[in-house]
C-alpha cells in the first residue's frame, strides 16, 4: 500500500491488519451495511498489471483461458491463467484499452505471475510491467451509480466495461448490486473518496469480499494457487473460458474435462455456524466421503452481518445430499448454488 495512501486512511479511522484495512471501527455494522447501503472499500491488496507493445494481444491469447480477441477498449473480461496440468495459478480481470491491457489480480500474485508471465515473453514485441503507483478502491450498492456521478464521473452503463477519463478508471464488474472498481493516482483517489463518503460508508477488506463470495466470484491466492481446474471454480459460469478459442497453457486438461470428463468438484457458496473466517484452502469433512482429498476446501470466505462464515468453496459433489458436512471443528456447512 501507497504510503501516502495508507496516512489517508489512517486519518479518518482505518485499523489496518498485515496492510489490509480490517475496518473502520465497527465492523459489524459494515457487513450489515453491505447488504444494504452503498461502500466505499480499499482495494490495496489488488495489484496491476500493465502488458503493452504490439504482440499484446497475441501474447494473451496464446496465455490466457478467455477469447482476448472479443475484447474492445473500454471492455473487460474473467480470465485464468493455468500452468501446463490445468491448474489455475490466477483468476484476472483483463481490461482492455487501445494500445495495451491491465490485469487485475491479487497482489499477493501480481509479483509472482509477472515474473512468471515474463518467461513466455521471449522475442515478442511485449512489454510487462508491474503498476505500483496507483490507489485501487471500489465502490458498490444500490446508489453507486449515482454516487460516482454526484463526484463529476462517468460510470459504465454495463458489467465488463469501463471508462478512462482524467486519468481515473472507473470498471463495473459483476456483483449482486452494482460493483465498480475505482483506479487512480492518490491526490485524486483522495479528492474522489472524500466526495464519496458524505453519503458512502467506508468498509474494510472482509465487508467487500463478502460481496465477491456472493456474486460466486472466486479469489485465488497464495493458498490456493494451481489447486483447482477452472471447472472446479465455476470459471466456465462466469464466464472466464472459452472453449473454442486456440491453445493456452493447460488447454488440454481443460478442454478434456469439458467435453470427456465428469465434473466430480465444483464451487458452492456456503455458510458456516461459526465466527472466525476460514483460511483459504481449509479442508471440509463430510463423513460420507470416501475421497483421499476430503469431501472439500475453501477458496476464499468472510464474517456476515449475521456473524456466521460465508464462504465459496470447492466440494465434492456426490456427498452434498447427505447433509453431513462440517468444518474441521464439527461446526455446519449449509451449501447453497450459485446463479450467475
Known sequence: MLDQWRKFLAG?????????????????????????????????????LKISG??????LQNQLT???????????????????????ISLLLVLRFDDFYLLLLPNALAKTVGQKLAMYVLRT??????????VIFGIAGPDSRSEIATVKLKAPTREFNHTFNDD?????????????????????????????????????????????????????NEDTTEKFVPQMLNLH??????????????????????????????????????????ASGEKLISPSSTSAQGAGNIVTSALNGDGKVEAL???????????????????????MEIKY
Open 12 to 48: 479518518i479511522g482505518a485499523e489496518f491488519t498485515n496492510s489490509v484495512v480490517a475496518h473502520y471501527g465497527v465492523p459489524e455494522r459494515e457487513r450489515r451495511l453491505m447488504c444494504a447501503g452503498t461502500v466505499i472499500a480499499d482495494l490495496s491488496h489488488f495489484g496491476l
Open 54 to 59: 504490439a504482440d499484446a494481444r497475441d501474447f
Open 66 to 88: 478467455n477469447d482476448v480477441n472479443k475484447l474492445d477498449h473500454g471492455q473487460s473480461q474473467y480470465s485464468a491463467w493455468c500452468n501446463n496440468k490445468g491448474r489455475v
Open 125 to 134: 514485441d511485449v512489454k510487462l510491467e508491474q503498476i505500483t503507483d496507483q
Open 168 to 220: 481515473i478508471l472507473i470498471s463495473q464488474i459483476p456483483g449482486l448490486t452494482p460493483r465498480y472498481i475505482i483506479i487512480t493516482d492518490v491526490p485524486k483517489a483522495q479528492d474522489i473518496w472524500s466526495k464519496l463518503d458524505v453519503r458512502s460508508a467506508p468498509v474494510g477488506a472482509n465487508a467487500w469480499g463478502l460481496s465477491a463470495i456472493r456474486a460466486g466470484i472466486p479469489i485465488i
Open 237 to 278: 459460469e462466469l464466464p472466464a473460458v472459452d472453449f473454442k478459442k486456440g491453445c493456452y497453457p493447460g488447454q488440454e486438461v481443460v478442454a478434456r474435462m469439458h467435453y470427456l470428463g465428469k465434473l466430480k468438484r465444483k464451487m458452492y457458496h456456503i455458510e458456516i455456524a461459526r465466527t472466525k473466517p476460514a
Open 313 to 335: 468453496a470447492v466440494l465434492e459433489t456426490s456427498i452434498l445430499n447427505n447433509n453431513d458436512l462440517q468444518d474441521a471443528e464439527g461446526n455446519s456447512v449449509k451449501h
